[in-house]
């Protein structure tokens, strides 16, 4: 039987390709577009550009040619299609902090540019709140010349999913539907019903502000066990013993270390670029400066030596993404006290590493004088182990 949509997922990355194959293999006809041309080819021919997502190969290989299609060509895309949802980045610049909305514009013009009556458009990125039913809805509604709320449908839903296991949490999060008026919330918890655990609230923005919250109660938590870190350190207190130690259902203290990547350090600043916040402030502030703690432990370490390697150059283990990585900000600081810096990650090679993060590779572990251990790459444990006085071990990784 037919689901009564044909949908169109706009944004084929580490989030919307995920979901482009969790919907098509529900049985539900998929149109993937994205602007990387060789991207859409890859998929319609079966391969999978993302490997390292588990799962996702299968879903490709399964779905590609028959319910999960994809193109280069947004509009065609969006004329074929009767729910559309909008799963592209957002960044936000490095100095000002302001988000560039420009990809979403994009975006959205193209939906409108396509949009029949009744349609419902979704916007899943993660946004400032009231995006959806200012910025969104306006260019929709221009583009298209139809109202929103009435000829066609508008709502936000955030994705909650995490790079590298986006198939199984897809599945298991329940999924926040909030539309710009009931009617678009209803037609949405329709569309997400047919391949996913959708649960309603009251409005877009309400959908928006949680997943920003999410975002913002692990950075100030992680804030709090980074204090906690150098709490212990003063009284000589092994802070992973005492964090176990502390553990019950009303205390569960976050690991400390960096805090990279494209959500949990930017979502803060959805909300401080618009208002005071002072301990969402504080706790950024006091996670961006963990760089430096962890710098100077490793300069520490090296004495004289000028060789310092950083071991997991992306922003997390296991995934290829070096947007917002903290290892930029060890690099740059290593830099400007003169030292060597060398790196290595099981995702980069030799030539990726010089080219993506403008370092050499660590060719011989024992050549360096110190190294920090970023994240938890499992692949250099016992090389690693050898030589642990030499390491600043960030996640307790070797234990
Ligand atoms: N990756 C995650 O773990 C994650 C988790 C939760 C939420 N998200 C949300 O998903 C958004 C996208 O993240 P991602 O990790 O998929 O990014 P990504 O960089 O992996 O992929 C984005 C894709 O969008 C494409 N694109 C850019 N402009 C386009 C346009 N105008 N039309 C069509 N395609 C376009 C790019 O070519 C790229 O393939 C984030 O901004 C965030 O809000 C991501």
Redesign the pocket.
């Known amino acids: 039987m037919s689901s009564g949509f044909k949908v169109s997922v ?7 390709l995920p979901l482009a194959a969790v919907i098509a293999d529900a049985g539900i006809e998929v149109i993937g ?4 041309k060789q ?1 859409a080819e890859d998929i319609n021919s079966g391969k999978n550009p993302i490997p390292e997502e588990n799962g996702l190969s299968e879903l490709i290989k399964k779905n590609h040619g028959k319910n999960l299609k994809a193109t280069s060509d ?1 509009i065609a895309a969006a004329k074929e299609s009767n729910a559309h949802i909008v ?4 960044f936000i610049d490095e100095s000002t902090k302001k988000p560039d909305f420009s ?1 979403i514009e ?2 959205m013009e193209n939906v409108g540019k396509g949009l029949k009556k009744g349609d419902i458009v979704v916007l ?3 946004v400032p709140v009231k995006t959806t039913e200012t910025l969104a809805k306006g260019i929709l509604e221009k583009n298209s010349k139809l109202k929103a709320g009435t000829d066609f449908y508008l709502a936000h839903s955030p ?5 590298g296991y986006s198939i199984s949490r897809f599945r298991e999060f329940p999924k926040l539907v909030g539309g710009i008026n009931s009617e678009s919330t209803e037609k949405a918890f329709g569309l997400y019903k047919k391949f996913a655990n959708p649960v309603k609230v009251s409005n877009a923005g309400t959908a928006e502000l949680a997943k920003i919250a999410e975002g913002i109660y692990r950075d100030v938590n992680i804030a709090l066990a980074n204090e906690l870190l150098k709490v212990s350190e003063k009284y000589g207190i092994d802070f992973w013993e005492m964090k176990e130690a502390a553990r019950h259902q009303y205390c569960s203290i976050l690991e400390p270390g960096n805090v990279g990547g ?2 949990i350090p930017v979502y803060p600043w959805f909300v401080l670029n618009e208002m005071e916040a002072p301990l969402i402030k504080e706790a950024r502030k006091l996670n961006d400066g963990m760089a430096e703690y962890y710098v100077k432990k490793a300069i520490n370490i090296a004495g004289k030596g000028k060789k310092i390697g950083i071991v997991g150059l992306s922003y997390r283990e296991g995934v290829k993404e070096k947007a917002y990585s903290r290892a930029f900000a060890v690099i740059r600081l290593l830099r400007d006290k003169g030292y060597e810096v060398y790196g290595i990650d099981a995702m980069y090679n030799e030539n990726e590493i010089k080219k993506e993060f403008g370092i050499e590779a660590i060719k011989d572990f024992n050549k360096m004088d110190s190294i920090i251990l970023m994240n938890k790459n499992s692949e250099y444990i016992g090389k690693l182990k050898k030589m642990r006085n030499r390491v600043v071990d960030v996640k307790n990784t070797l234990k």
């Open positions: 706009i944004g084929l990355g580490k989030a919307g577009v994205d602007v990387d991207r947004p799963i592209v980045p957002l990809i994009k975006a899943e990125t993660t994705e909650r999913i995490m790079t494209h959500c």
